[in-house]
């Protein structure tokens, strides 16, 4: 199996070093040196590649998803902060035939976690006592707030029934790979729900693990879904 990797940063390296120990070859590696107005992305480049796995900035993901899918290349999406054009890009995945995979987060725990909070708020959606919140905290470096991360498990909330006021929160602040919390208080009590990553490495192998699975199917598909799958 071959794989390009958008975004060559520390999650880009951490990617290629998993992807190499799984016996995946890495041919293509882009970034702002080599990928600056999207010259990378070249029929050239990417002949023979079953999956390009995207960890690049929110402002280039949407044309580098276009470019790619008019390769015909199948994608798997990391970078977040783009999510309202997320209609667009599902009609480009439908119209092109390619399949992609997309989540805000490709720990296997974290997605676990949008189960746990799924259910948590499904427990107390008529439970009009217990209000709500949502707080997330990332590295300095990190440029969208509220992650995408807190935005899934928010949304999650709410398809679950939550529709009461979720109090929603953000901070930025050293080298913290990210911590989300989820919690609900009443005067009763209060239950709260938290993930903390210890490192990059748990994202990326979700990552190579989208993109061995992606490879040669269609459809615009979340990591959760194949994730679980039966």
């Known amino acids: 199996m071959k794989i390009a990797i958008i975004g060559y940063g520390k999650m880009g390296r951490i990617i290629e070093r998993l992807a190499v120990e799984r016996g995946i070859e890495v041919p293509v590696k882009l970034d702002i040196d080599n990928n600056r107005n999207f010259e990378g992305i070249t029929a050239e480049n990417?002949?023979?590649?079953?999956?390009?796995?995207?960890?690049?900035?929110?402002?280039?993901?949407?044309?580098?998803?276009?470019?790619?899918?008019?390769l015909g290349v199948n994608q798997v999406i990391g970078?977040?902060?783009w999510l309202q054009h997320l209609d667009h890009v599902k009609s480009v995945v439908e119209k092109s035939g390619i399949g992609l995979v997309w989540?805000?987060?490709?720990s296997v725990g974290v997605n676990a976690f949008f189960r746990i909070v799924q259910e948590a708020a499904r427990l107390l959606s008529n439970e009009a006592e217990y209000e709500a919140w949502a707080w997330e905290i990332h590295h300095s470096q990190k440029k969208d707030a509220p992650s995408g991360t807190l935005l899934k498990l928010v949304e999650?909330?709410?398809?679950?029934?939550?529709?009461?006021?979720?109090?929603?929160?953000s901070?930025?602040?050293?080298?913290?790979?990210?911590t989300h919390e989820i919690g609900f208080d009443c005067a009763a009590d209060t239950i709260t729900l938290r993930h903390t990553a210890r490192s990059r490495e748990g994202f990326a192998?979700?990552?190579?693990?989208?993109?061995e699975w992606v490879a040669g199917k269609t459809g615009f598909h979340e990591f959760s879904d194949i994730l679980f799958e039966a």
């Open 46 to 70: 990417f002949a023979g590649i079953d999956a390009a796995i995207d960890f690049s900035i929110h402002t280039a993901v949407v044309e580098n998803i276009e470019r790619l899918a008019a």
């Open 205 to 211: 192998l979700g990552a190579v693990k989208a993109a």
């Open 103 to 106: 989540s805000p987060n490709y």
């Open 171 to 178: 901070n930025r602040a050293g080298t913290i790979h990210g």
């Open 156 to 169: 999650e909330m709410k398809k679950a029934g939550y529709q009461r006021h979720i109090d929603v929160s």
């Open 79 to 81: 970078t977040t902060g």
